[in-house]
């Protein structure tokens, strides 16, 4: 299993970013696919995610209005919009899944991460 994370990158407070995350080696349609994100001292949080079945979705309060996930299944990847984004967003930024079919993944603690991460710094 693969998970392949890019589109981080350094913006000034304010700015967007589109993250990407292409997945191999699973039946992608058959899971929930989430974005997480860590930053220095702090715990894994679940920033959004998207379900399997209904495409319906999670976010996190604090990234509410501001960041939109989607999922393309024709190129197995899920995608992270985000906008007017804040230095409190500054994290590495990972996609998973626990192998269910709920965006309430979200809220899975210590949810496995199999991919290396996007940085993203915003700068104030």
């Known amino acids: 299993v693969q998970f392949v994370e890019s589109g981080g990158g350094l913006v000034q407070a304010g700015g967007s970013l589109r993250l990407s995350c292409v997945v191999s080696?699973?039946?992608?349609?058959?899971?929930?696919i989430g974005w997480f994100r860590q930053a220095p001292g702090k715990e894994q949080e679940g920033v959004s995610c998207?379900?399997?079945?209904?495409?319906?979705?999670y976010y996190d309060d604090s990234v509410q209005g501001r960041f939109t996930i989607s999922r393309d299944s024709a190129k197995n990847a899920v995608y992270l919009h985000m906008n007017s984004l804040k230095p409190e967003d500054t994290a590495v930024y990972y996609c998973?899944?626990?192998?269910?079919?709920?965006?309430?993944?979200?809220?899975?603690?210590?949810?496995?991460?199999w991919g290396q991460g996007t940085l993203v710094n915003v700068s104030s």
């Open positions: 998973a899944t626990d192998w269910g079919q709920s965006a309430i993944m979200c809220l899975t603690q210590g949810v496995e991460i």
């Open positions: 998207i379900s399997a079945t209904d495409g319906s979705t």
């Open positions: 080696g699973l039946r992608f349609d058959d899971y929930a």
